[in-house]
T-cell receptor, first 114, second 116 residues
Framework: RKEVEQDPGPFNVPEGATVAFNCTYS??????FFWYRQDCRKEPKLLMS???SGNEDGRFTAQLNRASQYISLLIRDSKLSDSATYLC???????????????FGTGTKLQVIP | GAVVSQHPSWVICKSGTSVKIECRSL??????MFWYRQFPKQSLMLMAT?????????EQGVEKDKFLINHASLTLSTLTVTSAHPEDSSFYIC????????????FGPGTRLTVT
């Protein structure tokens, strides 16, 4: 099983639609979770952190389900500018004084259609 | 704040030559820097992690002698691809964090390497 799994998509949705992505992770000790957005041929940019209590930022809502080991991202009222690849990122704690382990999902591609 | 730059943004080199990529944190001191590689339509793969003044920790399958990492100061890390081959052509991205215990990373804009 992959450490972090995402549906690659693409998700083709009309403007104004609501779309949701899930991401599952395999390490129950994972501590921090993020959603990043990556545009074609660009570096990833942090979209939002994912907290246990869930968090919302405008049209974006992120949630964490530790019991089932998945995180989700909900985008409401999709805009054309939301078209991008959304990367799920899971951080695991350092092992034996080493470094934190950062694992990226393969990303889910979203295409918002006029 | 939290800006990370990379140089060059793209480079074309001949097979067998070496290429150095610089990663700089412009407005903060980066105790830890990460180097990633991303092939087309694939996710970012962590290559190595480095702390300033110490040796980098390489991920499994990444050759230390081929990908030389030097984190000489709190604002600069370099990745040198030695004896580059066409299969090394990829998008190389660095990220930096001001605090080793911080989980938030700031990414550079990436360097697109093409080896002919």
């Amino acid at each position: 099983r992959k450490e972090v799994e995402q549906d690659p998509g693409p998700f083709n949705v009309p403007e104004g639609a609501t779309v949701a992505f899930n991401c599952t992770y395999s390490n129950s000790a994972s501590q921090s979770f993020f959603w990043y957005r990556q545009d074609c041929r660009k570096e990833p940019k942090l979209l939002m952190s994912v907290y246990s209590s869930g968090n919302e930022d405008g049209r974006f809502t992120a949630q964490l389900n530790r019991a089932s080991q998945y995180i989700s991202l909900l985008i409401r009222d999709s805009k054309l500018s939301d078209s991008a690849t959304y990367l799920c990122v899971v951080n695991n704690p350092p092992v034996s004084g080493g470094y934190q382990k950062v694992t990226f999902g393969t990303g889910t591609k979203l295409q918002v259609i006029p | 704040g939290a800006v990370v730059s990379q140089h060059p943004s793209w480079v074309i080199c001949k097979s067998g030559t070496s290429v150095k990529i610089e990663c700089r944190s412009l407005d903060f001191q980066a105790t830890t820097m990460f180097w990633y590689r991303q092939f087309p339509k694939q996710s970012l793969m962590l290559m190595a992690t480095s702390n300033e003044g110490s040796k980098a920790t390489y991920e499994q399958g990444v050759e230390k002698d081929k990908f030389l990492i030097n984190h000489a100061s709190l604002t600069l890390s370099t990745l040198t691809v030695t004896s580059a081959h066409p299969e090394d052509s990829s998008f190389y991205i660095c990220s930096a964090t001001p605090d080793r215990d911080s989980y938030e990373q700031y990414f550079g804009p990436g360097t697109r390497l093409t080896v002919t």
